[in-house]
């Protein structure tokens, strides 16, 4: 009896379950047609072929410009201040006064060693006579004839004072700032001023790291001010020299170029950005709507044909260059003649199905970076 109730709640037990499991699979099998009726998930996204182009990396240092002509006057010997024909920041010419400090004592005993000079000759021409007629000794007249040399030695040393308290221009340019007043004493080797050249042409020094190329002589780069709007004018330099030797404290090479008429836009001491070019090389340029970046890589999505020839999106990581502009340098990990995905890019995943769209133009803009051979006003 207990074996037959056992046996009635067993079947009841395996009916209910076979009727709930039946039910389960009927419902899955529904779900499976309703999925099977909607189409599979994909994207439409322009497309670009890559293509190989040339391209010249650039990379910029600090440069220095240096006037061609550039001197500090100083004064040899201390003086009172007699005589200031400049005032700061005046153009000044070769040769010109521009300073002179009280010779009044100098000047005093350039007149009694003249006279002295003047006695010392015409006793030498007495002994010059005598000595031929025997009646003074040959110790005589060379006494005679150092004493005329003693004296015109003096009047030089003199001459040569007088001139270390003068101060001229040694060329044409302008003078600095500085200011003096007549009666002003002025120590020996004061910094009196500075002039500056007025040579059209200048220099500029910089320094590029030993990781860099060498830089060759007459080569050019570029060089642009400093702070100024993007409408700054830029200018060709060619280099004209360099150092004999790299910089030990920072492993630096200094190079010198030469800006032709540059004094006009530049001052002496200005800093300003050197633009070189590295070297060239053969590179694959996409749009940048291609690039899809995140904090760990940067990849495109490449559109390759599955077995029903239709186009799935792959990944591949890429190493990134330059951006220029509108357009990406890829340096690694992807080759010419690849079809990548450009506008929608960003809602792709690997392997999903992608309808291309491919553009009316698929040539880029090399976008090279070449150096102007004149002066180039940016607009």
Same mark, same amino acid.
């Given at each position: 009896?207990?074996?037959?109730?056992?046996?009635?709640?067993?079947?009841?037990?395996?009916?209910?379950?076979?009727?709930?499991?039946?039910?389960?699979?009927?419902?899955?099998?529904?779900?499976?047609?309703?999925?099977?009726?909607?189409?599979?998930?994909?994207?439409?996204?322009?497309?670009?072929?890559?293509?190989?182009?040339?391209?010249?990396?650039?990379?910029?240092?600090?440069?220095?410009?240096?006037?061609?002509?550039? !001197?500090? %006057?100083?004064?040899?010997?201390? $003086?009172?201040?007699?005589?200031? =024909?400049? @005032?700061?920041?005046?153009? *000044?010419?070769?040769?010109?006064?521009?300073?002179?400090?009280?010779?009044?004592?100098?000047?005093?005993?350039?007149?009694?060693?003249?006279?002295?000079?003047?006695?010392?000759?015409?006793?030498?021409?007495?002994?010059?006579?005598?000595?031929?007629?025997?009646?003074?000794?040959q110790?005589?007249?060379?006494l005679?004839e150092?004493?005329?040399?003693?004296?015109?030695?003096?009047?030089?040393?003199?001459?040569?004072?007088?001139?270390?308290?003068?101060?001229?221009?040694?060329?044409?340019?302008? !003078?600095? %700032?500085?200011?003096?007043?007549? $009666?002003?004493?002025?120590?020996? =080797?004061? @910094?009196?001023t500075?002039? *500056?050249?007025?040579?059209?042409?200048?220099?500029?020094?910089?320094?590029?790291?030993?990781?860099?190329?060498?830089?060759?002589?007459?080569?050019?780069?570029?060089?642009?001010?400093?702070?100024?709007?993007?409408?700054?004018?830029?200018?060709?330099?060619?280099?004209?020299?360099?150092?004999?030797?790299?910089?030990?404290?920072?492993?630096?090479?200094i190079?010198?170029?030469?800006?032709?008429?540059?004094?006009?836009?530049?001052?002496?001491?200005?800093?300003?950005?050197?633009?070189?070019?590295?070297?060239?090389?053969?590179v694959?340029?996409?749009?940048?709507?291609?690039?899809?970046?995140?904090?760990?890589?940067?990849? *495109?999505?490449?559109l390759?044909?599955?077995?029903?020839?239709?186009?799935?999106?792959?990944?591949l990581?890429?190493?990134?260059?330059?951006?220029?502009?509108?357009?990406?340098v890829?340096?690694?990990?992807?080759?010419?003649?690849?079809?990548?995905?450009?506008?929608?890019?960003?809602?792709?995943?690997?392997?999903?199905?992608?309808?291309?769209?491919?553009?009316?133009?698929?040539?880029?803009?090399?976008?090279?970076?070449?150096?102007?051979?004149?002066?180039v006003?940016?607009?």
């Amino acid at each position: 009896m207990h074996i037959k109730s056992w046996l009635t709640a067993l079947l009841i037990i395996v009916i209910t379950i076979g009727g709930l499991g039946f039910f389960k699979f009927q419902q899955i099998q529904a779900a499976m047609a309703m999925a099977e009726a909607f189409p599979e998930p994909s994207a439409a996204v322009k497309t670009h072929i890559t293509q190989s182009r040339e391209y010249v990396p650039s990379y910029q240092v600090n440069g220095q410009i240096v006037a061609k002509q550039i !001197v500090q %006057l100083q004064n040899e010997l201390p $003086g009172i201040i007699y005589q200031v =024909n400049y @005032a700061g920041g005046d153009k *000044v010419n070769q040769g010109d006064l521009l300073l002179s400090l009280n010779t009044s004592e100098e000047q005093a005993q350039l007149a009694s060693a003249k006279a002295t000079l003047k006695l010392r000759k015409s006793n030498f021409a007495r002994m010059a006579t005598l000595v031929k007629q025997n009646k003074v000794s040959q110790q005589e007249f060379d006494l005679a004839e150092a004493e005329m040399d003693i004296a015109k030695s003096n009047i030089e040393n003199l001459q040569s004072i007088i001139a270390k308290k003068q101060i001229f221009a040694p060329f044409t340019g302008v !003078v600095g %700032l500085d200011t003096y007043q007549v $009666g002003q004493f002025l120590p020996s =080797n004061s @910094a009196i001023t500075t002039i *500056v050249g007025d040579d059209a042409n200048i220099w500029v020094d910089f320094q590029v790291p030993q990781t860099k190329r060498r830089l060759n002589l007459n080569e050019t780069v570029v060089v642009t001010a400093i702070g100024k709007s993007s409408q700054t004018q830029r200018f060709a330099a060619k280099i004209v020299g360099q150092n004999a030797q790299m910089q030990a404290s920072s492993r630096h090479m200094i190079y010198r170029a030469e800006i032709n008429d540059g004094a006009t836009h530049f001052r002496h001491n200005e800093l300003v950005k050197i633009t070189i070019n590295a070297q060239a090389q053969q590179v694959v340029v996409v749009p940048n709507s291609a690039v899809v970046r995140n904090q760990l890589e940067s990849f *495109v999505y490449q559109l390759v044909q599955d077995d029903n020839k239709a186009y799935r999106a792959q990944k591949l990581v890429v190493s990134l260059g330059e951006r220029l502009g509108d357009e990406q340098v890829i340096l690694a990990g992807l080759e010419v003649g690849t079809l990548v995905a450009t506008e929608g890019s960003f809602k792709l995943r690997p392997g999903l199905l992608v309808y291309p769209e491919m553009t009316d133009d698929n040539s880029l803009s090399a976008a090279l970076i070449k150096m102007p051979r004149n002066t180039v006003e940016l607009n």
